[in-house]
């Protein structure tokens, strides 16, 4: 089946610092998502790329869908304590059958130092 | 809007009894409903895909007489761990959506734990 391959596993930035982190697999989506999850809670979603090459901004977070469509970056600016957290990748195929499933990848912790 | 509850959010039971999840959506009513687990410092996982008034779809490697799920309404789904063993601690996490193609709102979650 597929893999997705997140990086970093982990990251320790200063407050202000800016954050970026990547999604790549061995095959195609054709949608990809990012969801942030705090401690014992479920997933957030905070960015959703339906096209290749989309660049997408949600405050001071920015995701681009790669334009193989088998990547996929967020940037974090200007990081805050608040951004902690667990950050993960999904990729969805869509278009029918079985592929409205997400593949999620293993998830970055960031931490925050005030 | 597009919110999504789980009861209880943690749970310890004793091996070998079995323990009911519910998931709801407060606001929307979700045609399809998805039960994910969660070991800790790992991804979700995909257990089982249910689509109300039908029998959910279960992943490779999981058990459906182990895991029962019953999505009888359009704001409710259960998923009952039969026989529970200590292997079956962990996260399970339940997603909501309209249609199996949009968006999945998350619940919090349900820690269980099996002594």
């Known amino acids: 089946g597929q893999q997705l391959n997140q990086s970093p596993q982990s990251m320790f930035i200063q407050e202000g610092e800016d954050v970026s982190m990547n999604c790549t697999s061995s095959s195609i989506f054709n949608t990809w998502l990012w969801y942030k999850q705090d401690p014992g809670e479920g997933p957030v979603l905070l960015i959703a790329l339906y096209k290749a090459g989309e660049l997408t901004s949600n405050g001071r977070l920015t995701a681009q869908f790669g334009i193989t469509r088998k990547d996929s970056f967020l940037n974090i600016s200007a990081s805050i304590p608040s951004d902690v957290g667990i950050y993960f990748c999904?990729?969805?195929?869509?278009?029918?059958?079985?592929?409205?499933?997400?593949?999620f990848g293993k998830g970055t912790l960031l931490t925050v130092n005030p | 809007g597009a919110v999504v509850s789980q009861h209880p959010s943690w749970v310890i039971c004793k091996s070998g009894t079995s323990v009911k999840i519910e998931c709801r959506s407060l606001d929307f009513q979700a045609t399809t409903m998805f039960w994910y687990r969660q070991f800790p410092k790992q991804s979700l996982m995909l257990m089982a895909t249910s689509n109300e008034g039908s029998k959910a779809t279960y992943e490779q490697g999981v058990e459906k007489d182990k895991f029962l799920i019953n999505h009888a309404s359009l704001t409710l789904s259960t998923l009952t761990v039969t026989s529970a063993h200590p292997e079956d601690s962990s996260f399970y996490i339940c997603?909501?959506?309209?249609?199996?193609?949009?968006?999945?709102?998350f619940g919090p979650g349900t820690r269980l734990t099996v002594l």
């Open positions: 997603s909501a959506s309209e249609d199996s193609f949009n968006e999945q709102f």
């Open positions: 999904a990729g969805q195929l869509g278009s029918g059958g079985s592929n409205y499933k997400l593949t």
